[in-house]
């Protein structure tokens, strides 16, 4: 049982390269999140999707874009990098509950570097 | 969705200590607060998780106590171990809420 999968799990870019950071997930879940994690500024979100097909943009998206064709995959897109999108970026997926209380599954990171 | 404030930034404690990680949470709102473990090089996993009509949760070494008129809530860790040297997040959500508001973070480092 994998899990949450994020390829690749490092990345050197140049300034204003494009890519795409994939996330997959094996467990059937609805909810889908990506987020950024830098030292000192803790987890931020991204974007997330609450089903297949939608998005919603969380506390940071800009320079971002995101799909989420399939169920179980959930893509990242960087249409021109920035070296202020260097960091660590993590996917998470978790079932919907209608009382809270179903955990977050995080993958274990992709590094991204953009010089 | 409004910010969980979490205290302190890094924290040492020696073998064998109680090593304590404080938060605290504006939206009333919030009914399920976990606390989530991540290693270097990991994703964050769940740790323990509390909702508010209990004061007090505990597994194993892992405590969390809740102080609900003080919207406050706080992980002790007994005979804290090396193997606990991890960056531990604490976190919020609320029925009708699809994310997770996370702390800062606190970077534990238990000294042999």
């Known amino acids: 049982n994998a899990g949450v999968t994020q390829t690749p799990k490092f990345r050197v870019l140049k300034t204003g390269q494009s890519m795409t950071l994939l996330c997959a997930q094996d467990m059937n879940h609805e909810y889908m999140y990506w987020y950024r994690q830098d030292p000192g500024m803790g987890l931020r979100l991204i974007h997330y999707s609450v089903g297949e097909g939608t998005t919603a943009k969380g506390e940071v998206p800009d320079g971002y874009n995101v799909s989420r064709l399939k169920k179980q995959n959930f893509l990242l897109g960087l249409e021109s990098a920035a070296p202020s999108q260097t960091s660590v970026y993590f996917c998470?997926?978790?079932?919907?509950?209608?009382?809270?209380?179903?955990?977050?599954?995080f993958g274990d990171g992709t590094r991204l570097s953009i010089l | 969705q409004q910010q969980v404030k979490q205290s302190p930034q890094s924290l040492i404690v020696q073998k064998g200590g109680i090593s304590i990680i404080n938060c605290a949470y504006e939206n009333t709102a919030f009914d399920y607060f976990p606390w989530y473990q991540q290693f270097p090089g990991k994703g964050p996993a769940l740790l323990i998780a509390i909702r508010p009509d209990v004061s007090e949760k505990k597994e194993g070494r892992f405590t969390i106590s809740f102080n609900k008129s003080a919207k406050q809530f706080s992980l002790h860790i007994m005979d804290s171990q090396p193997g606990d040297s991890a960056t531990y997040f604490c976190?919020?959500?609320?029925?009708?809420?699809?994310?997770?508001?996370f702390g800062k973070g606190t970077m534990l480092l238990v000294s042999p």
């Open positions: 976190a919020a959500n609320g029925r009708g809420y699809s994310t997770l508001t």
């Open positions: 998470a997926s978790r079932s919907p509950s209608r009382t809270a209380g179903r955990p977050q599954h």
